[in-house]
């Protein structure tokens, strides 16, 4: 198994886990390695360090503090996945739904979906909270 350090066009950082470098680059050629966070396939990969076990009792050593462009898009990506783990999907029904739940006709529940931005602005009139998220295609259907 190869681990990859790779990069989009976009300067977002990720992993790419593969069976061979072969592999990579295979998949490279017909562009299905894509940026996890905007689904760029313009993917360049990056040098990676060997981690080499010369001593079980030596101490282990910390690596170099993550930059924080790195440790942002991590915590942006968890909360999109825990946004998505802890909401009902209801799709293009989303304003119809959000008012149904604001006007309690429906159990309060979490809910996300796609609304226009002329039906956001009504819920918004409404006095019903809505906000948009960008959702990578990545965390759209289940993650590889």
């Given at each position: 198994?190869?681990v990859l350090?790779?990069r ?8 790419g ?12 050629e017909?562009?299905?390695?894509a940026c ?22 030596r101490?282990?050593k ?5 930059p ?14 825990h ?25 309060e529940?979490g ?6 931005r ?27």
């Amino acid at each position: 198994m190869k681990v990859l350090n790779l990069r989009c066009v976009h300067d977002h950082h990720f992993e790419g886990w593969f069976a061979s470098g072969e592999d990579f680059e295979s998949q490279h050629e017909r562009r299905l390695v894509a940026c996890p966070i905007c689904g760029d396939t313009a993917v360049t990969r990056l040098p990676t360090a060997p981690r080499l076990n010369v001593s079980a009792r030596r101490e282990e050593k910390t690596a170099p503090d993550m930059p924080v462009q790195v440790q942002m898009q991590g915590a942006w990506m968890r909360a999109l996945r825990h946004m998505m783990n802890n909401t009902e999907d209801v799709g293009e029904r989303f304003p119809e739904e959000a008012r149904r739940i604001h006007y309690g006709e429906v159990a309060e529940r979490g809910i996300r979906g796609r609304a226009s931005r002329e039906d956001a602005d009504a819920l918004r009139e409404e006095g019903i909270e809505v906000m948009a998220v960008p959702v990578p295609a990545a965390l759209k259907g289940p993650l590889q």
